[in-house]
Protein backbone atom coordinates (compact mmCIF):
# COMPACT_ATOMS: atom_id res chain seq x y z
CA UNK A 1 0.00 0.00 0.00
CA UNK A 2 2.98 1.97 1.06
CA UNK A 3 4.48 1.70 -2.61
CA UNK A 4 1.24 2.70 -4.79
CA UNK A 5 1.89 5.88 -2.74
CA UNK A 6 5.19 6.39 -2.95
CA UNK A 7 5.25 5.45 -6.65
CA UNK A 8 2.87 8.05 -7.28
CA UNK A 9 4.19 10.85 -4.80
CA UNK A 10 7.83 10.55 -6.66
CA UNK A 11 5.97 11.06 -9.91
CA UNK A 12 3.96 13.93 -8.81
CA UNK A 13 7.06 15.54 -7.03
CA UNK A 14 8.89 15.06 -10.68
CA UNK A 15 5.87 16.60 -12.72
CA UNK A 16 6.32 19.49 -10.17
CA UNK A 17 9.69 20.06 -10.30
CA UNK A 18 10.87 20.01 -13.72
CA UNK A 19 10.41 22.94 -16.33
CA UNK A 20 9.72 20.67 -19.15
CA UNK A 21 9.28 17.06 -17.88
CA UNK A 22 8.31 14.10 -20.06
CA UNK A 23 5.06 13.70 -18.81
CA UNK A 24 3.78 10.82 -20.98
CA UNK A 25 7.16 8.81 -19.70
CA UNK A 26 6.37 9.54 -15.71
CA UNK A 27 2.82 8.73 -16.38
CA UNK A 28 3.27 5.40 -18.03
CA UNK A 29 6.25 4.67 -15.42
CA UNK A 30 4.03 5.40 -12.72
CA UNK A 31 1.46 2.94 -13.86
CA UNK A 32 3.80 0.06 -15.21
CA UNK A 33 5.41 -0.33 -11.41
CA UNK A 34 1.86 0.27 -9.36
CA UNK A 35 -0.97 -1.20 -11.77
CA UNK A 36 0.24 -4.52 -10.79
CA UNK A 37 0.35 -4.29 -6.87
CA UNK A 38 -3.30 -2.76 -7.13
CA UNK A 39 -4.32 -5.50 -8.92
CA UNK A 40 -2.57 -7.97 -6.90
CA UNK A 41 -4.12 -6.63 -3.87
CA UNK A 42 -7.63 -7.10 -5.79
CA UNK A 43 -6.07 -10.57 -6.49
CA UNK A 44 -5.11 -11.58 -3.01
CA UNK A 45 -8.72 -10.72 -1.69
CA UNK A 46 -10.04 -13.76 -4.17
CA UNK A 47 -7.21 -16.04 -4.01
CA UNK A 48 -6.53 -16.34 -7.32
CA UNK A 49 -3.76 -18.93 -8.22
CA UNK A 50 -0.76 -17.93 -8.72
CA UNK A 51 -0.14 -19.04 -12.35
CA UNK A 52 -3.54 -17.12 -13.36
CA UNK A 53 -2.06 -13.99 -11.41
CA UNK A 54 1.12 -13.62 -13.16
CA UNK A 55 -0.98 -13.90 -16.54
CA UNK A 56 -3.07 -10.99 -15.51
CA UNK A 57 -0.42 -9.35 -14.20
CA UNK A 58 1.42 -9.85 -17.70
CA UNK A 59 -1.33 -8.42 -19.71
CA UNK A 60 -1.55 -5.88 -17.29
CA UNK A 61 2.13 -4.55 -17.99
CA UNK A 62 1.24 -5.61 -22.05
CA UNK A 63 -1.40 -3.10 -21.84
CA UNK A 64 0.56 -0.51 -20.24
CA UNK A 65 3.74 -0.57 -22.48
CA UNK A 66 1.36 -0.81 -25.82
CA UNK A 67 -0.31 2.54 -24.18
CA UNK A 68 3.16 4.34 -24.02
CA UNK A 69 4.13 2.73 -27.10
CA UNK A 70 0.64 4.44 -28.47
CA UNK A 71 1.82 7.27 -26.86
CA UNK A 72 5.03 8.16 -28.33
CA UNK A 73 3.77 7.13 -31.72
CA UNK A 74 1.16 9.51 -31.87
CA UNK A 75 3.63 12.60 -30.45
CA UNK A 76 6.09 11.37 -33.39
CA UNK A 77 2.48 11.52 -35.79
CA UNK A 78 3.05 7.77 -36.53
CA UNK A 79 -1.18 7.10 -36.01
CA UNK A 80 -1.34 4.09 -37.68
CA UNK A 81 1.42 2.37 -35.55
CA UNK A 82 -0.21 4.07 -32.74
CA UNK A 83 -3.40 3.43 -33.21
CA UNK A 84 -2.17 -0.37 -33.21
CA UNK A 85 -0.66 -0.17 -30.33
CA UNK A 86 -3.66 1.26 -28.82
CA UNK A 87 -5.93 -1.65 -29.73
CA UNK A 88 -3.51 -3.86 -28.62
CA UNK A 89 -3.52 -2.15 -25.16
CA UNK A 90 -7.24 -2.26 -24.70
CA UNK A 91 -7.19 -6.28 -25.88
CA UNK A 92 -4.60 -6.58 -23.12
CA UNK A 93 -7.30 -4.95 -20.80
CA UNK A 94 -10.54 -7.24 -21.77
CA UNK A 95 -9.09 -10.67 -19.72
CA UNK A 96 -8.23 -8.66 -16.85
CA UNK A 97 -11.52 -6.93 -16.69
CA UNK A 98 -13.38 -10.63 -17.16
CA UNK A 99 -10.97 -12.08 -13.97
CA UNK A 100 -12.19 -8.85 -12.28
CA UNK A 101 -16.17 -9.48 -12.85
CA UNK A 102 -15.86 -12.98 -12.02
CA UNK A 103 -14.58 -12.07 -8.32
CA UNK A 104 -16.76 -12.10 -5.00
CA UNK A 105 -14.21 -10.64 -2.34
CA UNK A 106 -13.91 -6.86 -2.99
CA UNK A 107 -16.46 -5.31 -5.41
CA UNK A 108 -15.82 -1.56 -4.29
CA UNK A 109 -12.69 -2.21 -5.13
CA UNK A 110 -13.60 -3.73 -8.66
CA UNK A 111 -15.86 -0.98 -9.69
CA UNK A 112 -13.45 1.82 -8.76
CA UNK A 113 -10.84 -0.31 -11.02
CA UNK A 114 -13.16 -1.06 -13.71
CA UNK A 115 -14.55 2.11 -13.55
CA UNK A 116 -11.07 4.54 -13.49
CA UNK A 117 -9.07 1.79 -15.44
CA UNK A 118 -11.52 2.17 -18.44
CA UNK A 119 -11.44 5.90 -18.49
CA UNK A 120 -7.49 5.91 -19.11
CA UNK A 121 -7.99 4.72 -22.71
CA UNK A 122 -11.02 7.33 -23.05
CA UNK A 123 -8.70 10.09 -22.58
CA UNK A 124 -5.71 8.55 -24.56
CA UNK A 125 -8.66 8.41 -27.56
CA UNK A 126 -9.34 12.09 -26.74
CA UNK A 127 -5.89 13.36 -26.25
CA UNK A 128 -5.14 11.50 -30.01
CA UNK A 129 -8.24 12.78 -31.52
CA UNK A 130 -7.40 16.68 -30.45
CA UNK A 131 -10.85 16.70 -28.52
CA UNK A 132 -8.30 18.21 -25.15
CA UNK A 133 -5.11 19.81 -24.90
CA UNK A 134 -2.47 18.00 -23.05
CA UNK A 135 -2.91 19.80 -20.23
CA UNK A 136 -5.96 18.54 -20.30
CA UNK A 137 -4.90 14.93 -20.66
CA UNK A 138 -2.59 15.46 -18.09
CA UNK A 139 -4.94 16.68 -15.54
CA UNK A 140 -7.76 13.78 -16.22
CA UNK A 141 -4.67 11.40 -16.15
CA UNK A 142 -3.86 13.17 -12.46
CA UNK A 143 -7.84 12.76 -11.46
CA UNK A 144 -7.94 9.36 -12.51
CA UNK A 145 -4.87 8.08 -10.80
CA UNK A 146 -5.91 10.16 -7.74
CA UNK A 147 -9.45 8.67 -7.50
CA UNK A 148 -7.73 4.82 -8.33
CA UNK A 149 -4.78 4.87 -5.69
CA UNK A 150 -6.03 6.78 -3.26
CA UNK A 151 -9.22 5.06 -3.76
CA UNK A 152 -8.07 0.95 -3.77
CA UNK A 153 -6.15 1.68 -0.66
CA UNK A 154 -8.94 2.96 1.40
CA UNK A 155 -10.83 0.59 0.10
CA UNK A 156 -8.27 -2.06 0.70
CA UNK A 157 -7.94 -1.10 4.42
CA UNK A 158 -11.79 -1.11 4.38
CA UNK A 159 -12.24 -4.85 3.28
CA UNK A 160 -9.27 -5.76 5.65
CA UNK A 161 -11.21 -4.03 8.27
CA UNK A 162 -7.98 -2.20 9.79
CA UNK A 163 -9.95 1.05 8.36
Same mark, same amino acid.
Given at each position: ??????????????????????????????? #???? $? =???? %????????? !???? *? /???????????????????????????????????? #???? $? =???? %????????? !???? *? /??????????????????????????????????????????????????
Amino acid at each position: LVSISGISALKYVYLSGSESPDRQKAHYLSW #FLTT $P =IMLW %LIFSLNHLS !LENM *T /LMILLNQLMTVSGYFAAVDLEKGNEKSAWNWFWLGC #FAFL $P =IVYQ %LLIFSEGFA !LIVL *T /LITWSAYPVVCWADAEKLISTDTRDISYSFLDLTSKAGIVLLYLRELKAL
